[in-house]
């Protein structure tokens, strides 16, 4: 059973109707779309992580099925690795279009799945909690995982900060991290459309200190966005955005459409303390024990 903490005490909590509390009487509230403001009481009156426009294009993004690949790509990656029913943690989950898939695939193995959602953006998980109303959703910072020890068997971490030493704390033995990173390439058409001298990525680190790296996957692919409104959105979902200046964000009102390249780095880590044998409780994780490090281009046909 995946048990929340108290961000007060440490304290167990439970779901009473519609709050949570421990047994030193803390309380935090239900929101009417789901989700509990897990968030230290200094922290929680303040305003953390993608605000209500930046949630707003990359749920608009996402729906349009330009990443849809890698969506794709994460959730067979996640019903491999876990058993069906799993305790699964989205590390960053945003507004959950990549959870709501996760869910869905490791549903699809005929169990029952405890996946829970952690964003520091209130935002976001406010609209995670209603695409997936099936998981548990928690405003709460990946630095400081309102969990117990060694409580999930899989961690899924895109796009969002890399907490290594929290998520070991938080995974069990021989539990599973995967990482999307992006890669050199990765949307280098928008930014030569924004700056006058675009840069590339640095290079992608699969590797994380305390895991054993298993497996890593590239997809690359050139999608074409139809639309200004696609192409705003898609800027807009990027840290890009509130670090480039009104002048140059305004380049982008003169692009009705765009051919973007999308290039993406999948890694599979494992926990190195693996005393207590394979998470989960399927035996398709055991194929990583037996496959070498290797890159492919799956999504490169059908760009």
């Known amino acids: 059973m995946l048990d929340l903490l108290c961000p007060v005490c440490g304290g167990r909590l439970v779901r009473k109707e519609k709050a949570w509390r421990c047994e030193n009487h803390h309380c935090f509230d239900v929101a009417r779309s789901g989700y509990v403001n897990l968030l230290p009481p200094s922290a929680s009156g303040k305003r953390h992580g993608d ?14 099925g330009y990443y849809d690949h890698l969506i794709g790509a994460v959730a067979e990656t996640c019903a491999q690795l876990a058993g069906p029913d799993a305790c699964v943690l989205d590390a960053g989950c945003g507004e959950g279009t990549y959870t709501r898939a996760i869910y869905d695939a490791l549903a699809a193995k005929g169990g029952c799945p405890q996946l829970l959602g952690a964003d520091i953006s209130a935002e976001a998980v406010r609209r995670a909690a209603r695409q ?13 995982l309102p969990l117990a020890a060694e409580s999930l068997d899989l961690i899924v971490n895109i796009f969002s900060p890399l907490m290594a030493e929290e998520f070991l704390r938080v995974l069990k033995p021989g539990g599973y991290l995967l990482r999307v990173v992006p890669m050199e390439r990765h949307l280098f058409e928008l930014k030569a459309a924004v700056y006058d001298r675009p840069y590339e990525n640095p290079p992608a680190e699969p590797a994380v200190e305390g895991f054993r790296l298993l497996r890593t996957q590239t997809l690359r692919k050139t999608i074409t966005l139809s639309s200004n409104e696609d192409v705003q959105a898609l800027f807009l979902m990027t840290p890009y955005y509130y670090k480039t200046g009104a002048e140059d964000q305004q380049k982008l009102a003169a692009v009705p459409s765009l051919r973007v390249t999308t290039e993406f780095l999948i890694a599979v880590c494992q926990n190195r303390d693996t005393k207590s044998g394979i998470p989960g409780s399927g035996n398709a994780a055991l194929i990583f024990y037996s496959v070498p490090m290797y890159a492919s281009s799956a999504g490169r046909s059908s760009s």
Not at 132 to 144: D, K, L, Q, R
């Open 51 to 64: 605000d209500k426009r930046m949630v707003a294009a990359r749920t608009a993004f996402l729906s349009r």
């Open 132 to 144: 997936v109303p099936e998981g548990i959703f928690c405003a709460a910072s990946t630095a400081h």
